[in-house]
């Protein structure tokens, strides 16, 4: 800020999760943790960087397949990616007046760190992530890049906003 005076493009991107067997198993202080980081998070940074932001500005977050899906071992994480698809479109419609545009990439299977601090996930069934999709594999992180990249630009995509736009490795979704 010191050095432009404004910001450009806003990236959400953190998220916890951990797989659980039984609903029972989720404990209070997990599914607020797996809240704040994932939805949380993202609402205060927007808010933050709102008074920053200018007409043509991008504010990307990254939500899940699982907020399509719903998998039965990741109740209170699919269900902050879900939060994070509808507040991508309430959002954008909120900002639309102010030239701001809001979406959301919702990936598939993507190898990160993530994998490895997911205390519920064993590692035979690390071995094999990603296996599922019609690629038969995980994406590497950078495979994803573009699809920030383009809706980051205002020249390439200055007509999408609240849009959940799915990358899941051949993999469909609702949209």
Known sequence: MAALGHLDILVSN???????????????AEFDRTFKVNVYA???????ALPHLRPGSSIIVTGSETGFEGPELLPDYSATKGAIHTMTKSFAKLL????????????GPVWTPLNLADT???LEKIATFGKKTPLKR??????????????ASDADS??????????MGGGTAPG
Do not use: M, W
């Open 158 to 167: 200055s007509y999408i906003t609240g849009e959940v736009l799915a990358v």
């Open 14 to 28: 953190a998220a916890h999760q951990n797989r659980k067997e039984k609903i029972e198993e989720i404990a209070d």
């Open 96 to 107: 639309a007046a102010r030239g701001i545009r809001v979406n959301c990439i919702a990936p």
């Open 138 to 151: 995980p994406a590497q992180p950078e495979e994803l890049a573009p699809a920030y990249v383009f809706l």
């Open 42 to 48: 993202f609402f205060r940074l927007v808010k933050a």
């Open 120 to 122: 519920g996930q064993p």
